[in-house]
């Protein structure tokens, strides 16, 4: 008992501290390629803190104060239920009683408590900004399920661990054994971590930051943490579904900053598509490639 | 800074950067000055672009001037924002914009205020539809001067800020908490029925407006 708790503070932890670095580096690149210096690599775990201790004067009925306890209670739980390491008692969380389709579940809980808090709140532009969400979570959703549905079929498991053990060798990762399901994930990975080719969401300038228009303080303190746990979480289940998983600390870093610098890297390229865009693309690209996966392995192989 | 010869362009501004972040305490506790800290390191700027200082905005932001590297990046709302910047003259129909803005943002909270038309009114002194002293409507914590002053004065502007932030001296919002009676006089004189609804604000003094 003592022990999953060490470890899942263990995990949450890092998963902060992983979060904010890879942020801070995001924004740090970012800036070079505009040919600025960029803030420090510190700079969200200074924002971060700064929105923590500020003050909290809204009232907009207690769904908007639920909203995102729901979202990092999500996020909280999502991280618990992907395994870090593999061969290892530490970083597992309780993985042991989950699987990857509980995590494709817990994954809705964040948009869906955006969804509660923001209609609480009234703000035109948070409405604007969750029907682009979900509208985006539409388009992306197939392609990304479809995706994990191959990784599952090929290892005929839905166990994430089994999937991590069954990759021994660079030659056995899936990124090599399917580079299918790899192409067909990547993309709609991108988007659920509102990069930048599919950040319609939170425009700043369009929609005056979208569903979180209209949190301050506390809230958007308390919405942003989750944000970075829940970005490190989701390369890390990419991480183990596709890149062989890590069995210390510094592969795992290593292995998801490799991931991370690739998806910066193409959100750094592409501008803003529109929601329609966005669905249009989701629907005919990764999903015509997803389905091709689909019937090469169900069929062919 | 910017008239010594010991610098020049760049390493100024490097220079006013360290020097804000290394400065004496004034007896704060230790939980207080790394709370100042904090803060001092992560502003967000409402720019509310009032008069032709909006101009000197946007290469402070961009690549030129690169606010970014201070901490300083533009924030969507005034929910999320700590700077409120108003950049020149204001029209007393927009100063009831202002307040309003300035009246959602979320303390602690900061007001810079850009150009000599928002200390005396500048060029517009004789104007019968700009106010004259920004500071009788809401509290100013930081005046550029200069029409316009240019980014680098911003950017000196904004250091200073970061110096009082992290030395935890007491701000414009405490003096607004403070004199709520005082700067809703002086907005009801200019507004007239014009003032924006008491439920705006009379959280300000507990409901008893």
């Given amino acids: 008992m003592l022990h999953i708790l060490l470890d899942s503070l263990a995990m949450i932890a890092l998963c902060y501290v992983m979060g904010f670095l890879f942020r801070g580096f995001y924004r740090q690149f970012n800036a070079r390629l505009q040919r600025r210096w960029g803030p420090s690599i510190w700079q969200n775990f200074y924002d971060n803190l700064k929105f923590l201790l ?3 004067t809204l009232i907009h009925g207690p769904m908007f104060f639920f909203g995102p306890i729901i979202i990092a209670a999500g996020a909280i739980t999502t991280v618990l239920f992907i395994p870090f390491l593999k061969d290892s008692i530490w970083l597992q969380g309780v993985s042991a009683h989950g699987n990857l389709i509980l995590i494709i579940y817990l994954l809705v809980v964040g948009p869906l408590g955006n969804a509660l808090a923001v ?15 979900l509208t985006r979570l539409m388009g992306l959703e197939v392609p990304f399920f479809l ?3 191959l990784v599952m079929l090929q290892h005929e498991t839905a166990s994430v661990q089994a999937i991590m053990a069954a990759q021994d060798s660079i030659a056995h990762w899936n990124l090599i054994t399917n580079p299918l399901a790899f192409a067909v994930i990547l993309l709609p990975f991108i988007a659920s971590q509102n990069g930048s080719p599919f950040d319609v969401v939170g425009a700043p300038v369009e929609v005056y930051a979208g569903p979180r228009v209209e949190f301050g303080g506390r809230l958007l303190g308390v919405l942003m943490t989750q944000n970075m746990m829940m970005t490190v979480a989701k390369l890390v289940l990419m991480v183990d579904l596709f890149l062989g998983g890590a069995s210390n600390i510094f592969e795992l870093i290593a292995k998801a900053f490799a991931l991370f610098l690739l998806t910066t890297a193409i959100s750094a390229t592409f501008p803003r598509l529109k929601t329609e865009q966005t669905v249009d693309f989701f629907w005919t690209v990764p999903l015509g490639v997803a389905v091709l996966g689909v019937i090469l392995n169900v069929w062919l192989i | 800074m910017y008239h010594k ?13 360290e020097s804000s972040l290394s400065q004496a305490d004034a007896g704060l506790g230790v939980v207080e000055r790394l709370v100042g800290w904090l803060r001092q390191r992560s502003l967000f700027v409402l720019a509310y672009g009032t008069g032709c ?6 290469p402070l932001m961009t690549s030129r001037f690169d606010a970014e590297r201070f901490g300083i990046i533009g924030a969507a709302t005034p929910r999320q924002a700590d700077v409120l910047v108003i950049s020149g003259y204001l029209a007393i129909k927009t100063l009831k914009r202002v307040i309003r803005s300035y009246e959602q943002m979320q303390e602690p909270k900061y007001v810079i205020a850009l150009g000599s038309c928002t200390i005396n009114g500048g060029m517009y002194w004789d104007s019968y539809n700009t106010i004259k002293c920004l500071d009788h409507y809401i509290p100013v914590d930081m005046y550029v001067n200069g029409c316009m002053p240019r980014p680098e004065s911003l950017i000196e502007g904004f250091s200073a800020l970061q110096a009082r932030i992290g030395r935890g001296e007491p701000s414009g919002y405490q003096r607004y908490r403070d004199n709520i009676d005082w700067y809703k006089a002086n907005q009801r004189r200019v507004l007239g029925d014009n003032m924006p609804p008491a439920y705006t604000y009379d959280w300000y003094s507990g409901g008893a407006v």
């Fill in chain 2, 5 to 17: 010869s010991a610098c020049e362009g760049f390493q100024c501004e490097q220079q006013l950067l």
């Fill in chain 1, 119 to 133: 209609g609480s709140s009234g703000n035109p532009f948070g409405v604007m900004g969750v029907t682009r969400g």
């Fill in chain 1, 54 to 56: 500020k003050s909290e």
């Fill in chain 1, 147 to 149: 995706g994990l549905a």
């Fill in chain 2, 53 to 58: 200082g909006a101009i000197e905005m946007r």
